[in-house]
């Protein structure tokens, strides 16, 4: 099973990466990934997985407490 996660979100001025951005922080950014499970990996982990990892992403690879204002589309893709 193959699923497209998006994360939308707004970073915070001492996020990890705001060095490296140069736009207004109050603009708001998305990111996506596909993931791919086995059949037998029930839908809340599935959904729990991508969010985790998304927001992950989105804060620096390190944690989420930089980033604010967090929504997630996450849609199974064939």
Not at 22 to 39: A, C, N, P
Not at 41 to 53: C, F, G, L, S, T
Not at 73 to 78: D, L, N, Q, R, S
């Amino acid at each position: 099973m193959k699923y497209r996660g998006t994360i939308s979100y707004r970073i915070t001025e001492d996020h990890p990466d705001r060095k490296y951005f140069k736009g207004d922080i109050t603009k708001r950014l998305t990111y996506s990934d596909v993931y791919t499970f086995k059949e037998d990996v029930p839908k809340e982990a599935i959904v729990n997985y991508i969010k985790n990892d998304l927001a992950l992403v989105a804060g620096g690879g390190y944690n989420t407490d930089h980033i604010r204002n967090v929504h997630f589309t996450i849609k199974e893709v064939y």
